[in-house]
Structure formats: C-alpha cells, structure tokens
C-alpha cells in the first residue's frame, strides 16, 4: 500500500494522538512508525507518523485526518513517501557542499530532486550541467538585488520548488526573501558565530588558538545567521594544525552537517516549535 508522512504541531493537551489515530483509522490506515515529544519549553507537542493506507490521494486522506484533529487547532503537513521535495540549491565559488549534494543525490542517498542549481558566479556552471541538471547565472550587485531576489521566487513558482539550499551561497537574502519561504530555506556556516565573522573565519579561529571546528545548518530568517538550528557538528583541533588544515577540517564538517540537515528536512523529520526545532532523527 501507499505509504505517507504526517507531522502535526499544536499546543499540547490530552487526546491528540487519539484523535490522529482515529483519522489515520478511519482511512484504512496502519501505522509504521511515530515519533512524539511534548515540549515544556514551549508547550509545544509535535509528533510525527509514518503510515500505509489503500487511499491514494494524499489530500483526501489529509482532509478526513485533519477534520480530526482540528479542535487542536494543529499545523499539519502530509506527504506521500515516494513523492520527493524539490530543492533548489544556491551556490557562490566555494563548491563542497554543492560537490557532497550531488554525489548524494546521484547515487540515490539523498531522497530529493534536484530541478535546478542558482548561482551568483560561472564557477560551478560545468559541475553542475556534467549532473545534466539546469544551471541558472543570476549575478547580483546592490543595484539589482531587488530584481534577482525576483527572479529567484519566479523561478521557485516556475519549478514548484519545496525548499531552498544555501550550499555556501555568499549573499545574504533581504528580509523580505526570507519572509516569503519560512522554515523552507537552509542555510550552512562554521559554527564559530557570533564570533570570527566577516572573511577568513577559520584563520581568525587559528589566530585565536581553538580547539574546536565546527559547523551548523539552519532555516533562515530574517535575523542574519539566528534561524531555527536544525544540525550542528564538531570536530576537536590541536595548536599542531595549521589555518590552511583548519579550513580543509571546516569543510568536511560543514558538507556532513549540511547533507544531515537536508535529509532529514526531507523526509519530514524537523518541525519548528518558535525559535527551536524537534528533530525526530
């Protein structure tokens, strides 16, 4: 039978999960796997469930389920399994996390499709089409900003793109950008931050003698590098390392945390409680 991923979100009181089930019962279904959590922090309580039913059509099943639930007043999002998110990914020069992306996706790791790359530079134009995938050159100055933030959202229409990917885009997107796709953009850096920002980050780490290297992936908002953290990572360094071997370490951290971050926005398994994210790893 067909098989659908459910996340529901609500503030946390006695019978949502009867009444879920008795949705998910009431369209034939039979659950696989659930994952829950109440969040004291929030009051938060989100869980998220894996089921097959004979019912083909996702909005069908969606309707009789959320008719269930909706004295809860929850956010609810149901996806078929085989129906893969489509992911726009953005690019500047720096192309290991844009490398890692498409090595996964090629050998069928990573469970997304891939209908086109974003980038402000040439750079990474031959990679990118060698993958058979589009590749779109928007350059961006101060000056035309505001129309290539356009372009960008005409072309996530255009290609009814689920989710963005900063794989080490070098712009910072306006307020107004980030508004438009809450809790849909993902975005990777060192995890050195508030600390070491501007340029040559990992240098100014060496200069300061750490000893730990680090990255985080996160949605982005409209408050610089502060979104909702969905993965982090870190890897512990000696004053033996050089500033060229911190940067080497930098990168395989960032191109692990980021694939992990994407998978598991992927299949569901992140859910935004305010400023903090459930991860049902």
Same mark, same amino acid.
């Given at each position: 039978m067909p098989q659908f991923v459910l996340t529901l979100a609500c503030p946390d009181r006695p019978g949502i999960v009867r009444a879920l089930a008795d949705g998910i019962v009431e369209v034939g279904g039979n659950i696989l796997d659930?994952?829950?959590?109440?969040d004291p922090g929030t009051g938060m309580f989100c869980v998220r469930t894996q089921f097959e039913a004979p019912e083909q059509d996702a909005a069908a099943i969606r309707e009789v389920i959320e008719g269930k639930v909706s004295e809860f007043r929850p956010m609810v999002s149901l996806r078929a399994v085989d129906r893969k998110y489509r992911v726009l990914i953005m690019v500047s020069r720096l192309d290991h996390c844009l490398v890692d992306l498409l090595y996964r996706w090629e050998i069928g790791e990573m469970p997304i499709e891939i209908p086109l790359v974003v980038s402000n530079h040439k750079d990474t134009r031959p990679l990118v089409e060698r993958h058979g995938i589009p590749f779109v050159y928007l350059p961006v100055t101060a000056g035309t900003k505001p129309a290539v933030e356009q372009r960008l959202f005409d072309l996530v229409a255009e290609h009814e793109i689920d989710f963005v990917v900063l794989a080490r885009y070098m712009q910072v997107l306006s307020d107004d950008a980030c508004r438009k796709? #809450?809790?849909r953009i993902i975005n990777i850096h060192h995890s050195f931050l508030p600390g070491f920002k501007g340029s040559k980050p990992y240098h100014q780490a060496y200069e300061r003698g750490v000893k730990l290297i680090g990255a985080t992936a996160h949605y982005?908002?409209?408050?610089?590098?502060?979104? #909702?953290?969905?993965?982090q990572d870190v890897v512990r360094v000696s004053h033996g390392q050089n500033a060229d071997s911190l940067v080497a370490i930098g990168r395989d951290v960032e191109r692990v945390v980021l694939a992990r971050a994407v998978r598991l926005?992927?299949?569901d398994r992140v859910v935004l409680t305010g400023n903090r994210t459930v991860v049902f790893a």
């Open positions: 659930n994952a829950q959590f109440s796709m #809450p809790g982005v908002t409209p408050d610089l590098d502060q979104g #909702p953290i969905i993965e926005h992927a299949e």
